[in-house]
Protein backbone atom coordinates (compact mmCIF):
# COMPACT_ATOMS: atom_id res chain seq x y z
CA UNK A 1 0.00 0.00 0.00
CA UNK A 2 2.76 2.26 0.82
CA UNK A 3 4.54 1.97 -3.05
CA UNK A 4 0.64 2.48 -4.27
CA UNK A 5 0.94 5.58 -2.35
CA UNK A 6 4.57 6.56 -3.28
CA UNK A 7 3.72 5.57 -7.18
CA UNK A 8 0.47 7.97 -7.23
CA UNK A 9 3.01 10.84 -5.91
CA UNK A 10 5.34 10.57 -8.11
CA UNK A 11 2.91 10.52 -10.73
CA UNK A 12 0.84 13.82 -9.41
CA UNK A 13 4.19 15.72 -9.14
CA UNK A 14 5.78 14.26 -12.12
CA UNK A 15 3.16 16.18 -14.51
CA UNK A 16 3.79 19.29 -14.43
CA UNK A 17 7.74 18.15 -15.52
CA UNK A 18 6.03 16.91 -18.97
CA UNK A 19 4.52 20.38 -20.23
CA UNK A 20 5.47 21.64 -23.42
CA UNK A 21 8.86 23.44 -23.85
CA UNK A 22 8.60 26.96 -25.20
CA UNK A 23 9.09 27.24 -28.87
CA UNK A 24 12.66 29.20 -29.81
CA UNK A 25 11.18 30.00 -33.30
CA UNK A 26 9.57 33.42 -34.19
CA UNK A 27 7.26 34.21 -37.02
CA UNK A 28 8.44 36.82 -39.54
CA UNK A 29 6.24 39.38 -41.02
CA UNK A 30 6.77 39.74 -44.88
CA UNK A 31 5.33 42.58 -46.61
CA UNK A 32 5.59 42.25 -50.63
CA UNK A 33 4.67 45.19 -52.73
CA UNK A 34 2.41 44.15 -55.44
CA UNK A 35 2.93 46.26 -58.57
CA UNK A 36 -0.23 47.45 -60.35
CA UNK A 37 -0.91 44.87 -64.01
CA UNK A 38 -0.57 46.88 -66.89
CA UNK A 39 -2.68 43.97 -68.63
CA UNK A 40 -6.26 45.08 -66.91
CA UNK A 41 -7.87 48.37 -67.16
CA UNK A 42 -8.57 50.51 -64.09
CA UNK A 43 -11.60 50.56 -64.29
CA UNK A 44 -13.83 49.88 -61.43
CA UNK A 45 -16.62 47.57 -61.43
CA UNK A 46 -20.14 50.24 -61.25
CA UNK A 47 -22.92 48.38 -60.21
CA UNK A 48 -25.43 50.66 -60.89
CA UNK A 49 -24.39 51.77 -63.96
CA UNK A 50 -27.02 49.57 -65.89
CA UNK A 51 -29.95 50.70 -63.73
CA UNK A 52 -28.82 54.36 -64.86
CA UNK A 53 -28.41 53.64 -68.38
CA UNK A 54 -31.78 52.30 -68.54
CA UNK A 55 -33.37 55.17 -65.78
CA UNK A 56 -31.88 57.70 -69.01
CA UNK A 57 -33.61 55.59 -72.03
CA UNK A 58 -36.57 56.08 -70.24
CA UNK A 59 -36.56 59.39 -69.58
CA UNK A 60 -35.37 60.20 -72.71
CA UNK A 61 -34.99 57.60 -75.54
CA UNK A 62 -31.34 57.31 -76.54
CA UNK A 63 -29.53 59.17 -73.69
CA UNK A 64 -28.73 55.74 -72.26
CA UNK A 65 -26.88 54.99 -75.26
CA UNK A 66 -25.21 58.30 -75.18
CA UNK A 67 -24.08 57.11 -71.65
CA UNK A 68 -22.67 54.01 -72.83
CA UNK A 69 -21.18 55.99 -75.47
CA UNK A 70 -22.92 54.24 -78.28
CA UNK A 71 -24.10 57.64 -80.12
CA UNK A 72 -24.21 55.27 -83.40
CA UNK A 73 -27.56 53.80 -81.93
CA UNK A 74 -29.34 57.22 -81.55
CA UNK A 75 -30.63 57.65 -84.89
CA UNK A 76 -31.60 53.95 -84.99
CA UNK A 77 -34.28 54.52 -82.08
CA UNK A 78 -35.44 57.96 -83.60
CA UNK A 79 -35.99 56.69 -86.78
CA UNK A 80 -37.73 53.15 -85.47
CA UNK A 81 -40.24 55.70 -83.60
CA UNK A 82 -40.33 58.14 -86.03
CA UNK A 83 -41.72 55.52 -88.79
CA UNK A 84 -44.09 54.62 -85.93
CA UNK A 85 -45.50 57.34 -85.07
CA UNK A 86 -46.03 58.64 -89.01
CA UNK A 87 -47.81 55.37 -89.95
CA UNK A 88 -49.87 55.63 -86.96
CA UNK A 89 -51.08 59.23 -88.08
CA UNK A 90 -50.89 58.12 -92.03
CA UNK A 91 -53.44 55.14 -90.71
CA UNK A 92 -55.57 58.20 -88.32
CA UNK A 93 -55.81 60.04 -90.76
CA UNK A 94 -57.20 57.22 -93.56
CA UNK A 95 -59.27 56.18 -90.98
CA UNK A 96 -61.13 59.35 -91.22
CA UNK A 97 -61.35 59.62 -94.12
CA UNK A 98 -63.26 56.39 -94.53
CA UNK A 99 -65.32 56.90 -91.70
CA UNK A 100 -66.48 60.34 -92.73
CA UNK A 101 -67.27 59.16 -96.38
CA UNK A 102 -69.26 56.48 -94.81
CA UNK A 103 -71.18 58.61 -92.53
CA UNK A 104 -72.16 60.75 -95.46
CA UNK A 105 -73.54 58.20 -97.42
CA UNK A 106 -75.58 57.20 -94.06
CA UNK A 107 -76.82 60.75 -94.45
CA UNK A 108 -77.92 60.53 -97.89
CA UNK A 109 -75.21 62.17 -99.96
CA UNK A 110 -73.30 60.64 -102.82
CA UNK A 111 -70.51 63.55 -103.65
CA UNK A 112 -67.97 61.51 -101.45
CA UNK A 113 -64.43 60.96 -103.21
CA UNK A 114 -65.20 57.18 -103.18
CA UNK A 115 -67.59 56.85 -106.14
CA UNK A 116 -68.00 52.83 -106.78
CA UNK A 117 -67.04 51.59 -103.38
CA UNK A 118 -69.68 49.61 -101.59
CA UNK A 119 -70.63 50.89 -98.02
CA UNK A 120 -69.34 47.30 -97.23
CA UNK A 121 -65.97 48.11 -98.76
CA UNK A 122 -65.70 50.93 -96.75
CA UNK A 123 -66.50 49.71 -93.36
CA UNK A 124 -63.69 46.97 -94.33
CA UNK A 125 -60.94 50.10 -94.72
CA UNK A 126 -61.94 51.44 -91.40
CA UNK A 127 -61.12 48.06 -89.75
CA UNK A 128 -58.12 47.47 -91.78
CA UNK A 129 -57.14 51.14 -91.09
CA UNK A 130 -58.20 50.66 -87.21
CA UNK A 131 -56.03 47.32 -87.29
CA UNK A 132 -52.86 49.06 -88.56
CA UNK A 133 -52.99 51.84 -86.06
CA UNK A 134 -52.71 49.39 -83.37
CA UNK A 135 -49.70 47.58 -85.03
CA UNK A 136 -48.07 51.29 -85.58
CA UNK A 137 -48.63 52.11 -81.61
CA UNK A 138 -47.20 48.20 -80.78
CA UNK A 139 -43.66 49.24 -83.26
CA UNK A 140 -43.22 52.76 -81.14
CA UNK A 141 -43.57 50.71 -78.31
CA UNK A 142 -41.89 47.91 -79.15
CA UNK A 143 -38.56 50.84 -80.46
CA UNK A 144 -39.46 52.11 -77.01
CA UNK A 145 -39.09 49.31 -74.78
CA UNK A 146 -36.11 47.83 -77.01
CA UNK A 147 -34.32 51.46 -76.21
CA UNK A 148 -34.55 50.55 -72.91
CA UNK A 149 -33.51 46.88 -72.71
CA UNK A 150 -30.44 47.76 -75.22
CA UNK A 151 -29.37 50.79 -72.79
CA UNK A 152 -29.60 48.19 -69.85
CA UNK A 153 -27.75 45.54 -71.67
CA UNK A 154 -25.20 47.32 -73.38
CA UNK A 155 -23.91 49.08 -69.52
CA UNK A 156 -23.94 45.48 -68.46
CA UNK A 157 -21.39 43.99 -71.32
CA UNK A 158 -19.45 47.81 -70.83
CA UNK A 159 -18.03 46.30 -67.71
CA UNK A 160 -16.75 42.75 -68.32
CA UNK A 161 -13.23 42.19 -69.35
CA UNK A 162 -12.49 40.89 -73.07
CA UNK A 163 -9.37 39.99 -73.58
CA UNK A 164 -7.56 38.27 -77.13
CA UNK A 165 -6.19 35.71 -74.73
CA UNK A 166 -9.24 33.90 -74.66
CA UNK A 167 -11.12 32.54 -77.71
CA UNK A 168 -13.33 30.18 -78.82
CA UNK A 169 -13.00 29.28 -82.14
CA UNK A 170 -15.29 26.75 -84.44
CA UNK A 171 -12.75 23.79 -85.50
CA UNK A 172 -12.56 21.33 -88.90
CA UNK A 173 -11.01 18.10 -89.27
CA UNK A 174 -10.77 15.59 -91.59
CA UNK A 175 -10.44 11.94 -90.16
CA UNK A 176 -7.80 10.47 -91.77
CA UNK A 177 -9.46 6.57 -91.21
CA UNK A 178 -12.83 7.36 -93.09
CA UNK A 179 -12.44 10.62 -94.65
CA UNK A 180 -15.23 12.21 -93.24
CA UNK A 181 -15.44 15.66 -91.75
CA UNK A 182 -15.21 16.32 -88.00
CA UNK A 183 -17.06 19.37 -86.11
CA UNK A 184 -15.86 20.94 -82.90
CA UNK A 185 -15.11 24.40 -81.49
CA UNK A 186 -12.17 24.53 -79.21
CA UNK A 187 -11.46 26.85 -76.24
CA UNK A 188 -8.10 28.71 -75.87
CA UNK A 189 -6.77 29.78 -73.47
CA UNK A 190 -2.99 31.69 -74.19
CA UNK A 191 -0.82 32.75 -70.79
CA UNK A 192 0.89 35.52 -70.87
Known sequence: MRNKFL????LIFATPLLAQV????????????????????DVEYEP?????????????????????????KIPIIYAGMATGVYFYKKQNDDYHRFRD????????????????????????????AQKNKSVSIIVTLAFYLLNVIDANVDAHLRQYEVREDLSL????????????????????????
Not at 105 to 118: C, H, K, N, P, V
Not at 169 to 192: D, I, W
Open 7 to 10: YIFF
Open 22 to 41: SDTLKVKEERAIVMNDSIFN
Open 48 to 72: LAPARAAFYSAVLPGLGQAYNKKYW
Open 101 to 128: AYKRRLAGYTDDEFQGISNDRLINAQKS
Open 169 to 192: QPNLEVNPFNSQAQYGMSLTYRFK
